[in-house]
C-alpha cells in the first residue's frame, strides 16, 4: 500500500521543548516537502529536499530543523525557538522537484500532523 | 517574489450549477498548474494538473489556462455538496524551485 504517513496524528507540546515530527514515503520519490497550515491560511513552506543528504529552507523555516537521511524519510523538528507552532503541519512528495513540464513535480500530500502547544 | 492570486471566497452555489474557481499568477515563466481540494481538517488531494493553454477536462472537473492573461481556473459542473471544500491553485516558479501555492478558495455547494 503506497503513500505518504505523517505521524502522530496529533501532537502536543509544553512551552520549551523541542518535538519531532515523522514523515515517511514508499513511493520511491526523490524530493520531499514541509508546509505549516494556519486556520483559513494557505501553505507555506518550511523546508523541502530534492536528494537525500541535501535540503534547502522555505519561506518559513527558523524556529525548524530537519534531516534527510534516507530517501523514504524527512523528519521534522519543531524547536523551542519557533514562538508560535500551534499548526496543521503537512509534508508532501514528488518524484522530482522543479523540472517544468514534467508531471512528476506532482506533489502528493500525507495526512498531516495537528500540533498544539500547551 | 512570484505569487499565485486566488479570491479567498467563499463562493456559494446552489446544486447542480457549475462553479468557476480563479487564480492568477504573477511568473510568466510558470508552465504548469495544479488544482488541489482540501476539505475541513484534511491534507490537500490533487485534482488534476494543466501545462498547455486551452482547456483540460475530467469528468465534472474542467481546467483552463491562458498563459497570456496569466491566468488559470478550474469549473466544477454540476456541483454537489460534498464538493464543498476549499480549493488550491498551485504553480511553478521559474527555476528549480518548489511549487508556489495560492491560498485557496473556500467553496460551497448549497442543497
Known amino acids: 500500500d503506497g503513500g505518504i504517513t505523517q505521524s502522530p496524528k496529533y501532537l502536543f507540546r509544553k512551552e520549551g521543548q523541542n518535538v519531532t515530527l515523522s514523515c515517511e514515503q514508499n513511493?520511491?520519490?526523490?524530493?520531499m516537502y514541509w508546509y505549516r497550515q494556519d486556520p483559513g491560511q494557505g501553505l507555506r513552506l518550511i523546508y523541502y529536499?530534492?536528494?537525500?543528504?541535501?535540503?534547502q529552507k522555505g519561506d518559513i523555516a527558523e524556529g525548524y530543523s530537519v534531516s534527510r537521511e534516507k530517501k523514504e524519510s524527512f523528519p521534522l523538528t519543531v524547536t523551542s525557538a519557533q514562538k508560535n507552532p500551534t499548526a496543521f503541519y503537512l509534508c508532501?512528495?514528488?518524484?522530482?522537484?522543479?523540472?517544468?513540464?514534467?508531471?512528476?513535480?506532482?506533489?502528493?500530500f500525507g495526512p498531516g500532523t495537528r500540533l498544539t502547544v500547551l | 517574489q512570484k505569487e499565485v492570486e486566488q479570491n479567498s471566497g467563499p463562493l456559494s452555489v446552489p446544486e447542480g450549477a457549475i462553479a468557476s474557481l480563479n487564480c492568477t499568477y504573477s511568473?510568466?515563466?510558470?508552465?504548469?498548474f495544479f488544482w488541489y481540494r482540501q476539505y475541513s481538517g484534511k491534507s490537500p488531494e490533487l485534482i488534476m494538473f494543466i501545462y498547455s493553454n486551452g482547456d483540460k477536462e475530467d469528468g465534472r472537473f474542467t481546467a483552463q489556462l491562458n498563459k497570456a492573461s496569466q491566468y488559470v481556473s478550474l469549473l466544477i459542473r454540476d456541483s454537489q455538496p460534498s464538493d464543498s471544500a476549499t480549493y488550491l491553485c498551485a504553480g511553478f516558479e521559474a527555476g528549480n524551485t518548489p511549487l508556489v501555492f495560492g491560498k485557496g478558495t473556500r467553496l460551497s455547494v448549497i442543497a
Open positions: 529536499s530534492q536528494i537525500v543528504n541535501d535540503f
Open positions: 508532501a512528495s514528488s518524484m522530482t522537484s522543479g523540472s517544468r513540464e514534467t508531471h512528476s513535480d506532482t506533489q502528493y
Open positions: 513511493l520511491n520519490h526523490d524530493a
Open positions: 511568473d510568466r515563466g510558470s508552465q504548469s
